[in-house]
């Protein structure tokens, strides 16, 4: 049975989005400038955040990283960065060394593009 529970505030959370989203152009600034995003608070920013990565970070690869999820491991993370750097799929049994060797293979293609991590939950083992 499917339980819903009444949304409090709705009109306030509606605009508090709002605002964010005007603040996005300056997020994707401050990211292209090497600084890095934390948002914080109660309630979900996955949405957020999704419509930011779909809209605004179209100048290079973004990996979600959905933190909460036990099954998540820094190899992983690193893992889906280098896959989405260069282009291809790569076997989970990559080793470490083996990811930097096919990152440098394709460095030449890379420098005019970004690497995007967005990390839901990062509570997450």
């Given at each position: 049975?499917?339980?819903?529970?009444?949304?409090k505030?709705?009109?306030?959370?509606?605009?508090?989005?709002?605002?964010?989203?005007?603040?996005?152009?300056?997020?994707?600034?401050?990211?292209?400038?090497?600084f890095?995003?934390?948002?914080h608070?109660?309630?979900?920013?996955?949405?957020?955040?999704?419509?930011?990565?779909?809209?605004?970070?179209?100048?290079?690869?973004?990996?979600?990283?959905?933190?909460?999820?036990?099954?998540?491991?820094?190899?992983?993370?690193?893992?889906?960065?280098?896959?989405?750097?260069?282009?291809?799929?790569?076997?989970?049994?990559?080793?470490?060394?083996e990811?930097?060797?096919?990152?440098?293979?394709?460095?030449?293609?890379?420098?005019?593009?970004?690497?995007?991590?967005?990390?839901?939950?990062?509570?997450?083992?």
């Amino acid at each position: 049975m499917y339980l819903k529970l009444p949304e409090k505030r709705v009109a306030e959370r509606v605009r508090a989005m709002a605002r964010l989203r005007l603040q996005q152009p300056l997020w994707h600034l401050l990211l292209r400038s090497g600084f890095s995003l934390l948002l914080h608070g109660l309630g979900s920013k996955r949405r957020l955040l999704s419509d930011f990565a779909h809209s605004a970070l179209t100048d290079g690869a973004v990996v979600v990283i959905n933190g909460w999820l036990p099954s998540v491991t820094a190899h992983k993370v690193l893992l889906a960065a280098a896959s989405a750097i260069t282009g291809r799929a790569l076997p989970k049994t990559t080793s470490g060394a083996e990811l930097l060797s096919s990152v440098q293979q394709d460095a030449e293609e890379w420098p005019s593009r970004h690497l995007y991590l967005v990390v839901h939950n990062i509570e997450g083992p």
